[in-house]
């Protein structure tokens, strides 16, 4: 019998003699070569070392074979040898063994070193053999957990040394991609090699469209997404740690944080309840970080380029529109520059206009949905919110019955006042980005101020050619565009109307009455002319209108409709004069030749009773046409 000072030494040597050559083992391979020791010196027939895994939470066998294995878990009880190793008597190894295991000669050694996993050594002997005495026993447990307390500190550090080496390769390799999705690729690959039995995720945020063969998903920012682990770690930006009673499993939640901000959270799920330790969160967490990193150095390359992409849109888009350009070419600009930077489905420009019967004008060159009822109504409550607060809308969810779920409204405001809005549109959920967004408000705001120019600009160049009092056109500009119908068309005719009478209705009911009566007489002019035809007021209670190509028998007909609807709709009662002339050689007839015979004609109604319509040369009178 080997003597226990004896005993020490040989144990001692051994041990020394493995920790000077730690290098070169595993940490199974070592725990393989103390075992086939201890057999050697204590004349075992079975020498088994189990460490307790905290990934799986269970005992693992790293000594002996599949068959070793079994053979244990015939022996011992595994569910609940935890406790049992912690309060056994270590002189009695046969309290852990099963009732059928009472014949064998043997010893379960509890291993709890000062650092590291706990375990325990199981030593069988032949029947004949003496049993190990307990302070034999007890040199075993004491340099058996001295080793795997020292074996453990080598084993941490080398793998301290090992995972520094790993994030090192990966931050030099993601550090170099400037695709997003490569990173992402490169991130997951990371994960499985480290994690290969875990579940993880990569929670990002919605301007993200994943690959569908990426473990990703859409982080949520709803109220009720608030009281969720995955959004706190997001929202503090601090590692969070998740239970999962039912499912049986640990979530670690690990903010991806870069400099600048949280681009996401990464989720890793363990197969069992596992307790994580310090290190291992602070390696996740550096983990995270270094992805973080990488996220926010590609996404600030991708903005940064999609800024100078976007400046250059900007900077053309004012190039044009600063070009003296007309309304309907503004829009056009605009509406192109909208749906090519955002993949727009609609876009609708709405003008305040306070003269229209809405309120509002629909600019042309808003899309096709804006033409319908639906489009109309939700286009006019748009703009009423914009007008009551000025703030823009971003929606990547929009609940309302419409066929669009994605939604971005943004004022046009020049001087402080809401002039109109632009509303752009996708079917699709969250399919705009928010740098879409503020791209769109800055287009938008650089457009405005072109097309308020250009509107101001109609309106004014309408009020020169428009008469004040009957929003006809005036004398001068009927002149004009005569002129320019000569030049172009074959033919023509001009009307000319006269008010009968009208120095009485001034004299009777004064001239804002007379005034009242000249609007009548231009608004059923207005109500009887062809899309075409130019009205205008003449002078005084005296009114045209030209129609380009058409025949005097065509202007003879509409003066006669007039004449009849003046006269029988006008309060107080009234009835016109008028005289008709025509064009059909622009050679022989100019300008002022139509206008001489169209006011000879209209003298000639009046001279022959008033209150009908007289064609040019031939003088007849055509009552009641």
Known sequence: MITQHKLKERIRSTYFELISDIAHFS???????????????LNTTHSVIYIYNKWNKKYEIKTGSKETD?????LVDFSDINQQLMESDISDGKSILKEKSELLNSVIIPLFPKFGSSGFVFLSY????????????????????????????????????????????????????????????????????????FTYYL??????????????????????????????????????????????????YAPLRGKQGVYGVLQIITPHAVDFTEDEIDFITQFANTAGAAIENVTLYQHSKHLVSD????????????????????????????????????????????????????????TSYFATKQGEIFAEDILRQMQANADPMFSGDFKRDIPYRSIMAIPMIHSGKVHGAVIIMHEERYFFSF????????????????????????????????????????????????????????KGTLILF????????????????????????????????????????WGGEELAIYLPNASIDDGVELAGQIRTQVESFTEPGITLSCGVSSWIDKKLDSVSDVFIRADKALYEAKEIGKNCVVKEKKLKKHSNI
Not at 238 to 244: F, P, S
Not at 325 to 350: D, H, N, P, Y
Not at 500 to 526: C, L, M, P, S, W
Not at 529 to 534: F, L, S, T, Y
């Open 126 to 197: 032949p029947k004949d053999a003496d049993p190990l005495s307990n302070n034999s026993v007890g040199i075993v447990k004491q340099e058996t957990e001295q080793l795997l307390k020292l074996v453990n500190y080598y084993k941490l550090s080398e793998n301290s040394v090992s995972k520094s080496k790993f994030l090192f390769d990966m931050s030099t390799r993601l550090y170099s991609m400037n695709i997003k999705e490569d990173i992402l690729k490169d991130i997951v690959q990371c994960l499985y090699k480290l994690y290969p039995t």
């Open 311 to 366: 400046l250059k849109l900007i900077n053309e888009a004012t190039h044009k529109l600063n070009s003296n350009l007309k309304l309907t070419e503004i829009i056009s600009i605009v509406r192109k520059q909208i749906i090519e930077a955002c993949r727009a489905t609609q876009a609708g420009f709405m003008y305040v206009n306070d003269n229209s019967d809405d309120g509002f004008d629909l600019l042309s060159g808003s």
């Open 498 to 537: 006269d008010i009968d009478d009208f120095k009485k209705i001034n004299d009777t009911y004064g001239h804002y009455i007379g005034d009242e009566v000249i609007v009548q007489v231009a608004n059923i002019i207005r109500t009887q002319m062809g899309q075409e035809d130019i009205p205008a007021r």
């Open 203 to 252: 929670l990002l945020s919605q301007d993200y469209e994943a690959e569908s063969s990426l473990p990703i998903k859409t982080i949520e920012y709803s109220d009720a997404a608030t009281k969720r682990v995955s959004t706190q770690a997001f929202l503090t930006g601090e590692v969070q740690l998740e239970d999962r009673v039912k499912d049986k499993n640990t979530s670690i």
């Open 70 to 74: 079994l053979f244990m878990k015939s």
């Open 27 to 41: 940490y199974d391979e070592l725990l393989s070569v103390v075992t086939n020791r201890l057999t050697t010196i």
């Open 435 to 490: 740098e879409s967004y503020k791209l769109m408000q800055s287009l938008v705001q650089h457009s405005t101020l072109a097309l308020t120019n250009s509107i101001l600009k109609d309106k004014l160049e309408e009020s020169v050619i428009t008469d004040y009092l009957t929003k006809l056109y005036s004398r001068n500009h009927l002149d004009e565009s005569l002129k320019a119908h000569m030049q172009s068309d074959e």
